[in-house]
């Protein structure tokens, strides 16, 4: 039996450490960072508390790291029902990362991202127009009103809003014109569409209003086109197509080109084929890319029509993504608040400069509580943060305290030396095990992964042998 206890107690160490070693911080995704992009971190608003007031549903677990928690909205389609972030200072998106409630992947339709300077006017960048496919992270690249702002929200109008995480990546409003941008100029082309309707015109292409649409006076005639003039050179780097709807047949044939005189155009991508779906097409992939004036969309196989046109592209002299140093332009000054991580007591926020240190950074050797292992920038592992580390970190952001205790973060604890003890019995053990299991009842712990658990089944399977060799010797 007491053998039998040594094992239980292996099994229980087994599963604890591997539950710690599988777990996840914010951000979680690990997706690929656009170039001269940053992951976008400040302070939360919205919900502090979600449905029936539970602590643990507010907006804190949207942005968390586990993929099993997740914001659950007090009431469906309010206003105030949101997760959100406050950057400090206006950043233009480049990526949405989402992961949607487990189970529940019909209440991504309707979920938006919006924007907002002073969180009482809220523009809509994105809307799902679907439920989710998989329980997977969704990827967003495409916004509409992307001009950068202060505050971001991930709320829903139209079903229940649960989210399990959010991710924003982007850069400050200042560095926006380092890198591809939308490109803005005269527009060009007809200036009535079918049956000399002016409302039908190339400039209903660029009215940001999917509903309208430019609707040529001709098919394949070379004077029908919708395009752009710009002041100078620009290469594309991505246009964005939004057919007419219910004629998402015209898609096919659909070109852009490239002019540098009005007279003679280069096409640099034709469609092949219809556009399955009312909803915007996104091209990236270009022919005879070397930079042009003008741009136009065109179609010389059906008729032409199109709602919705934008460009995307950087100067001809060709683009280098910006660095940290210069991405840091809009940032002036940073706010870092400290998270006594389970510890009773508080300190005061303190004020950094991108590129800059951390000097000042609280000590709190003197905390009697527990020792202390330093602040690290994320509650469980993460990198520690002393007077002298470096700021790499665009926007507001929190500095959490690590303690040398029984619940000490391994980040932290692996420089301790773990005092010996002697093994329990076998009453000891089962004690233990059944004051686990209620705890992990009581918590309401997730199982850990099966490749977690694989990790602890081999590591409780050579502590055993170990045990049972041992107990052979010593008989």
């Known amino acids: 039996m007491r053998l039998l206890g040594k094992i239980t107690l292996g099994i229980l160490c087994g599963v604890v450490l591997t539950t710690a070693a599988c777990a996840s911080d914010y951000p979680s995704s690990g997706t690929d960072i656009p170039a001269g992009s940053a992951l976008l971190e400040g302070a939360l608003i919205g919900e502090t508390v979600g449905w029936n007031g539970q602590q643990d549903k507010g907006r804190s677990s949207a942005f968390d790291g586990d993929v099993y928690t997740y914001y659950d909205p007090t009431a469906q389609g309010a206003d105030y029902a949101y997760c959100g972030v406050d950057l400090g200072a206006p950043y233009v998106l480049s990526k949405v990362v989402i992961m949607p409630r487990e189970n529940w992947l019909d209440r991504f339709h309707g979920a938006s991202i919006q924007g907002s300077n002073d969180m009482e006017d809220w523009d809509t960048l994105w809307v799902s127009e679907h439920s989710a496919r998989e329980w997977e992270w969704q990827e967003i690249e495409d916004f509409d009103n992307n001009t950068g702002y202060q505050y971001y929200r991930y709320w829903n109008g139209y079903t229940h809003g649960d989210v399990a995480e959010v991710e924003l990546y982007g850069y400050p409003v200042g560095a926006a014109v380092a890198g591809p941008i939308k490109l803005q100029g005269e527009v060009i082309g007809e200036e009535t569409g079918w049956d000399g309707s002016p409302g039908t015109g190339a400039a209903a292409a660029f009215d940001g209003d999917r509903y309208t649409y430019y609707d040529p006076t001709s098919k394949g005639a070379d004077y029908a086109y919708a395009g752009i003039a710009l002041d100078a050179p620009q290469i594309l780097s991505k246009v964005r197509i939004f057919p007419r709807e219910g004629w998402t047949d015209r898609f096919r044939g659909a070109s852009i080109q490239g002019s540098d005189d009005m007279r ?162 076998e009453t000891e053990a089962e004690a233990a095990l059944t004051d686990t299991e209620t705890a992990v009842e009581e918590e309401g712990l997730r199982v850990v992964p099966i490749v977690c658990i694989a990790v602890s089944v081999v590591a409780i399977a050579a502590s055993a042998a170990v045990l049972l060799k041992n107990r052979d010797r010593d008989e």
């Open 264 to 425: 003679d155009w280069e096409t640099l991508w034709t469609s092949t084929s219809a556009a399955e779906a009312w909803k915007w097409q996104t091209v990236t992939d270009f022919e005879n890319n070397k930079g042009y004036l003008y741009y136009r969309y065109w179609n010389g196989e059906e008729h032409g029509d199109v709602a919705e046109l934008e460009f995307y592209g950087f100067s001809s002299e060709g683009y280098v993504p910006p660095t940290m140093a210069e991405l840091s332009v809009a940032v002036s000054e940073m706010t870092v608040s400290f998270d006594w991580n389970g510890v009773e007591g508080s300190t005061d926020p303190m004020t950094v400069t991108f590129g800059g240190t951390y000097d000042g950074i609280a000590d709190l050797s003197y905390v009697d509580a527990a020792p202390f292992a330093g602040w690290y920038t994320s509650r469980t592992g993460g990198e520690r943060v002393t007077a002298e580390t470096k700021v790499t970190h665009l926007g507001n952001h929190t500095l959490y305290a690590h303690w040398l205790t029984p619940n000490a973060s391994p980040a932290s604890a692996e420089t301790v030396e773990p005092e010996t003890e002697a093994l329990p019995d």
